[in-house]
């Protein structure tokens, strides 16, 4: 079983709808939840972290998390085609150190 | 401010030769991360500095990959001897805090070994 589960995609969502990107994770002991924007051929780039279960809101991006049920999922609202990228799921232990583990992303096309 | 700097963008190798990676961290940032993404899988965890020593290296595949990070700044990665299995993205990352998650990222190294 993967560590960091995330539907590959692609998600194809019109412009101005809201996309809804899930991943799910194995380790209970998970603390720390991270969802990363990269562009192809980029770098990832943070946009979004949660810690506690319920909603996280900034900008257009929700973040919601349940722990019980190893869940996270991030919401974009009013897509726009600059939000077409890959975005990748991220999880965290609890040992201190920061290995932070990555599902292989979503790819998410927002169509005009 | 700079970002994290990676160099060469792009390698290409015959199996058996040996390939260096280069990676420059956000100044001031005491943890360097190497990652590596493989063709169609997940970014994978490969080590973690903290200044320059190793504070986690349980990703990195086996004794042909030697990272160094002499006097806390820049890093290296290399490969001797690469082997067919060793293409793909390196990518470095550092971070100033652990305890925020927000990894800085490089636009990582390709590596294509035929």
Known sequence: QKEVEQNSGPLSVPEGAIASLNCTYSDRGSQSFFWYRQYSGKSPELIMSIYSNGDKEDGRFTAQLNKASQYVSLLIRDSQPSDSATYLCAVSDSGGYQKVTFGTGTKLQVIP | EAGVTQFPSHSVIEKGQTVTLRCDPISGHDNLYW????????????????????????????????????????????????????????????????????????????????
């Open chain 2, 35 to 114: 990652y590596r993404r493989v063709m169609g899988k997940e970014i994978k965890f490969l080590l973690h500095f903290v200044k320059e020593s190793k504070q986690d290296e349980s990703g990195m595949p086996n004794n042909r990959f030697l990272a160094e990070r002499t006097g806390g700044t820049y890093s290296t990665l290399k490969v001797q001897p690469a082997e067919l299995e060793d293409s793909g993205v390196y990518f470095c990352a550092s971070a100033e805090r652990l305890n925020t998650g927000e990894l800085f990222f490089g636009e990582g190294s390709r590596l294509t070994v035929l």
